[in-house]
């Protein structure tokens, strides 16, 4: 979470003076507009901007230092996918809690030469040897406290996929190494950036989990106290692993000695003596590490009012939930619609999907996810059935049935209460577009802030828990119970959206099972409200997940709580149980206009407001 980066980083300038930017060098320094002086060996951030306008490629993240990088490779000539690589390496460095080498994600592409959008998905895996009872505490016969105890453990680590993300973005799409995109990246990390307030509260907050283990407490705790606001954060580890893959490739990370110290850390994790947290094992091996693959998927499609909207298909839910929403949305005029009942109606349609998102969706490569049902405008014709015009359903709401389906009014199929929503609220997305129209839109995490606190000793980075995304419990007939070697659900939505075959817009968030509903709000906002892409991001959010009340944000409440009221939907206000934050997701866009106009779009607020950046500003030059 980037709350307070801004205002930290403001403070850092005018306390240092004068400085130069390590990452780049002094040239970059100065072509960013930053003083130079050679003064104090001190890291500093560039300066950030919410929209920026213009040609030859954009790059927008949540943070500085990535879209720098990012901007940086483009202006050398790089790709989107080059781009894309070496800003994501950077927010593992900036970003360590949020993101990094031990998580997962979901790359969607757009290639200017064949038109065609495809996508990679590097989701984590349960290990070959991972019960279906593994979060069943063997003392109590219950599940395991969710936090800290579940997500602080080796046994909520999946085998990670955001190497191997890389590499075959590379691969497919790319014009460098991995070696030459992780290299800014590498250079950050030992050299260092500047510590601001939501790094330093996002340490703190984790404390607890961080003491538990000598490798975490070394980095992230060093010296007894989180790093300081204004210091440099290096991490010489992570740059040592960023040369090891650049020089090796991920032979060492799914096939050698840094594979083996994963494995090792997950099966028994190196917890200090005083932590009370029970820090439950693993059952990676590295034989699941060495069967890792990232696939190579069809994204989901729907056409909505004259757009095509790509997105994520299973093992994300985000393409189909986003997309069947879409569907139900369609059928009606909401552009003729007051805010309150355009407003009802968004609700409404995310309460269905998310109804069938629970329904249907998990690993297709375990379930039989009936997407082309899901995604049909048949069925979303007698989903839309459920919604009334000027009153709210009962929520939880039912899912619906794709055997029977006719496009009619009826009844809908009776079934359980959905399973709790426990997927947690920190991730990072990324947009690139480069000179020559491809498009990038990558989404990726590791999980809960500072994932399962666990750091790789003496590697620099965190492995993820992402498989507290399976279901807690088992229960027959759930398509995202725990079963060996699956992909637990993800709301990953990174979306490319075309216009005569034309990408026009691209977007994506974090925020957990929020992420989805952050997507749908931004795309109703842009396409059916008449908001610009600015105002779009900028807008309070609300987030119906099928659930008795909609999270919502404070100025989302104070600006149509009481019209919602009158359709007796039941708005509660947002809150991070941890650190008291109200926002929603945290988006990135860029819209494209004509003659390869660029609109980068970042957070003006939200996390403390994220980097947007252009090769060639509107008017520059
Ligand atoms: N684990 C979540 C997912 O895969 C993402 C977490 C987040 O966005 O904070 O959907």
């Known amino acids: 979470m980037h709350r307070l980066r801004a205002s930290a980083k403001l ?89 990094g080498l031990g998580g997962g994600g979901y790359f969607v592409h757009y290639d200017a030469k064949t038109g065609k959008v495809q996508t990679i998905d590097g989701r984590e895996t349960a290990p070959r040897a991972m019960p279906r009872d593994a ?27 955001t190497p191997a993300t890389w590499q075959r973005a590379l691969d497919r799409w790319g014009t460098r190494s991995l070696k030459a995109s992780l290299a800014p990246a590498t250079r950050l990390a030992r050299h260092g950036f ?49 040369d090891l893959l650049a020089r090796h490739g991920l032979g060492p990370f799914y096939r050698g000695a840094l594979g083996n110290q994963i494995v090792h850390a997950v099966r028994r994790p190196p917890t200090t003596r005083t932590t009370k947290l029970p820090v439950p094992p693993g059952f990676m091996r590295a034989g ?6 990232a696939i190579n998927r069809r994204p989901t499609s729907v056409g909505y009012r004259g757009y095509r909207v790509l997105g994520m298909p299973p093992s994300s839910s985000g393409g189909s939930t986003v997309g069947e929403a879409l569907n139900i949305l369609e059928r009606y005029d909401l552009a003729g619609m007051d805010d309150a009942a355009a407003l009802h109606h968004y ?48 929520k939880p709401t039912r899912p619906g049935n794709v055997a029977t389906y006719d496009g009619r009014c009826g009844p809908a199929r009776g079934v359980s209460e959905p399973a709790p929503d426990t997927e947690n609220i920190n991730t990072t997305n990324l947009t690139v577009a480069d000179r020559w129209g491809n498009v990038v839109e990558y989404t990726l995490t590791i999980e809960q802030t500072g994932g399962s606190g666990i750091v790789v000793p003496g590697r620099g980075f965190l492995l993820n828990n992402e498989l507290t995304d399976f279901s807690t419990e088992f229960v ?17 939505s990174p979306t490319i959206v075309l216009r005569n075959g034309k990408p026009f817009l691209a977007l994506g968030s974090p925020g957990g099972s929020t992420i989805i ?85 970042a957070e003006p607020t939200r996390r403390g407001g994220g980097a947007a950046g252009v090769v060639r500003p509107r008017g520059a030059g």
């Open 347 to 394: 609700l409404e349609a995310s309460a269905l999907a998310f109804a069938d998102r629970a329904e249907y969706v998990g690993d297709p490569a375990y379930v039989d996810v009936p997407l082309a049902d899901l995604l049909s405008p048949g069925f979303a014709r007698e989903r839309a059935c459920r919604i009334h015009e000027n009153h709210a359903l009962k």
């Open 135 to 161: 979060f069943i505490d063997p003392k109590t016969g219950k599940p395991y406290p969710f936090t800290p105890d579940l997500v602080t453990s080796g046994v909520s680590v999946g085998v990670p996929g």
């Open 476 to 492: 027959k007939g759930d398509p995202n119970r725990i079963q060996p070697g699956k992909r637990p659900r993800s709301s990953m």
């Open 194 to 242: 500047v510590v601001d307030k939501t790094f330093h509260g996002q340490t703190v907050d984790n404390k607890e989990r961080f003491k538990a283990f000598t490798s975490t407490r070394r980095l992230f705790w060093k010296g007894g106290h989180a790093p300081r606001v204004g210091s440099t954060f290096r991490n010489p580890d992570l740059a040592d692993t960023y």
């Open 11 to 99: 403070v850092v300038l005018a306390l240092i003076g004068s400085s130069f930017a390590f990452a780049n060098g002094p040239a970059d320094a100065r072509s960013e507009g930053v003083l130079t002086a050679p003064a104090a060996y001190q890291a500093t951030s560039p300066p950030k901007h919410a929209t920026r306008i213009g040609y030859g490629g954009a790059v927008t993240s949540v943070d500085p230092d990535a879209t720098r990088i990012g901007l940086r490779v483009l202006r050398q000539g790089g790709n989107a996918t080059d781009a894309a690589i070496a800003t994501a390496a950077a927010l593992g460095v900036t970003e360590p809690y949020s993101s």
């Open 517 to 601: 509903t952050t997507v749908l709000q931004i795309l109703f906002d842009r396409i059916d409200r008449g908001m610009s892409i600015q105002q779009a991001i900028a807008a309070p959010r609300a987030s119906q997940r099928n659930t008795p009340t909609s999270l919502a944000e404070p100025a989302f409440v104070a600006a149509y709580g009481p019209a919602l009221a009158a359709y007796g939907q039941d708005l509660a206000v947002s809150g991070d149980t941890y650190t008291g934050a109200t926002e929603i997701g945290a988006a990135t866009a860029i819209e494209f206009g004509p003659a390869r106009l660029m609109t980068a779009v």
């Open 288 to 293: 699941d590490l060495a069967r890792y693959r």
